[in-house]
C-alpha cells in the first residue's frame, strides 16, 4: 500500500512538520520511513483500507516527532552527561593504603573543628566562604 499513498503520506508529513516550533530535525520523507518503522515494528500492518492506514500513519507520525520533542528536552536537561564515580575524576589521586592510614590518623589528632576545615577544603574541595557557609549552616558546630 505504501507505493500507492507515498505522495500523500509525504503531504501529510509536511503538514506534521508545519506544526513544529524550532529547530528540525527530520525532513518529511524520513518523517514517513521513521513513522512507517515505528508503525511496523517488525510485524505486518492490518489496515482495513486507505483511509484507515492513512490515519494509522499519521498517528505513527506524531509519535515520532512527540519521541523527537521528548529527546531534545531531555538533552536541554543535561540528558547528554555521562555519570562518572569520583574515583574517574580529574582530580582523583592514588594513594597507598598505608599513607591513608596515616592522614586519618592525623586527621584524628586535630580538634574536631580543624578536622572538619581540613575535610571541608582538602577532600571538599571548599574554598573559605564556602567553609564558612558551611559551618553556619551546622550551627557553628
Known amino acids: 500500500m505504501i507505493p500507492i499513498v507515498y505522495d500523500e503520506l509525504r503531504s501529510i508529513a509536511r503538514r506534521h512538520l508545519n506544526r513544529e516550533y524550532g529547530e528540525r530535525t527530520l525532513h518529511a520523507t524520513a518523517l514517513v520511513h521513521e513513522a512507517y518503522l515505528k508503525l511496523i515494528g517488525g510485524e505486518a500492518v492490518a489496515a482495513m483500507d486507505r483511509t484507515h492506514f492513512l490515519a494509522m500513519m499519521s498517528r505513527a507520525m506524531r509519535q515520532v516527532l512527540i519521541d523527537a520533542a521528548r529527546r531534545r528536552n531531555a538533552a536541554k ?13 580529574a582530580e582523583a589521586v592514588e594513594m597507598p ?4 592510614v596515616a592522614l586519618d590518623a592525623a ?3 586535630l580538634e574536631p573543628r580543624q578536622r572538619q576545615i581540613v575535610e571541608c577544603r582538602d577532600f571538599g574541595g571548599m574554598d573559605e566562604q564556602e567553609i564558612a557557609t ?5 550551627g557553628r558546630a
Open 107 to 109: 586527621l584524628e589528632r
Open 134 to 138: 558551611a559551618r553556619d549552616l551546622r
Open 77 to 89: 536537561r543535561g540528558g547528554g552527561w555521562v555519570r562518572e564515580t569520583l574515583t574517574l575524576g
Open 97 to 100: 593504603l598505608d599513607e591513608l
